[in-house]
């Protein structure tokens, strides 16, 4: 093996240590845009790593989108054209409300139900906010 492909391994290696630490980021759409419809084709990989249900994340997304979408197998399609960067746009702000903790800013929290209220608990700092109705 030469010097040039040790170097290379010892970088992919780094790089792979890198992303496996754990470190919170949200991943970007997959987006396939076919004739009229919009397809986001990771989206069941995204709400699962943010830890959600896919289908409060569908909501907001129909809502924020101002367009029906349903889900097909583990795609969403949305009826209309948006572009990748317009559907990261609405995922992070879906990340800001649902899943970031605003008190430590971690994302290790889930969606509770408590005095008929929705809120975000973060796991972390203990820390509870009432979050909006989707
Ligand atoms: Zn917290």
């Avoid at 970088?11 to 919170?24: P, V």
């Avoid at 409060?56 to 054209?81: D, N, Q, S």
């Avoid at 209220?117 to 109705?133: D, I, M, N, P």
Wanted: proline letters at 3%; aromatic letters at 8%.
């Amino acid at each position: 093996m030469d010097y040039k492909e040790l170097l290379k391994r010892a970088e992919d290696k780094i790089s792979k240590e890198l992303s496996s630490e754990g470190r919170f980021k949200v991943p970007k759409a997959d987006v396939l845009i076919m004739g009229n419809n919009t397809i986001i084709k990771n989206f069941v990989d995204i709400s699962s790593y943010l830890n959600r249900d896919k289908k409060h994340l569908l909501k907001f997304l129909t809502k924020e989108l101002a367009a029906p979408g349903e889900f097909e197998g583990g795609r969403v399609r949305f009826i209309g054209r948006f572009d990748k960067k317009k559907i990261d746009e609405k995922i992070d702000l879906y990340v800001k409300e649902f899943v970031i903790c605003p008190v430590c800013g971690k994302p290790d929290t889930k969606l509770i139900k408590e005095d008929d209220l929705v809120k975000l608990k973060c796991e972390a700092c203990g820390s509870k906010k009432v979050v909006k109705r989707i």
